[in-house]
């Protein structure tokens, strides 16, 4: 398993910016896929952003062409960059890690990081 560390949580204003950064414990291209997802109250969790490994990226329709999903190899670690945000972005982040051993997949998720926006 995974260990995740995620960290650049807060509160900002609507249009403002945050970046999210989620570090893994193990070299990151010895994991499938990561991704970014987040459960505001009352709803269920949903999926962010996601990035195979050396592959495709994947955005929420509601995210698409305000958040950036990267990784930086050097520190084994998979940023997200929101830009535009909105009140309804409110919600607490989780970073998620997929490993494929012995043909299953086996998540890993961090401990999640509260985002705010609101004036």
């Known amino acids: 398993q995974v260990q995740l560390v995620e960290s650049g949580g807060g509160l900002v204003q609507p249009g403002g910016s945050l970046r999210l950064s989620c570090t893994a414990s193990?070299?990151?291209?010895?994991?499938?896929?990561m991704g970014w997802y987040r459960q505001a109250p009352g709803k269920q969790r949903e999926s962010v952003a996601t990035?195979?490994?050396?592959?495709?990226?994947n955005y929420a329709d509601s995210v698409r062409g305000r958040f950036t999903i990267s990784i930086d190899n050097a520190k084994n670690t998979v940023n997200l960059q929101m830009n535009s945000l909105k009140p309804e972005d409110t919600a607490v982040y989780y970073c998620n890690a997929d490993l494929v051993l012995s043909a299953a997949v086996v998540s890993s998720w961090g401990q999640g990081t509260q985002v705010t926006v609101s004036s």
């Open positions: 193990i070299n990151i291209f010895s994991i499938y896929r």
């Open positions: 990035i195979i490994i050396g592959g495709n990226t």
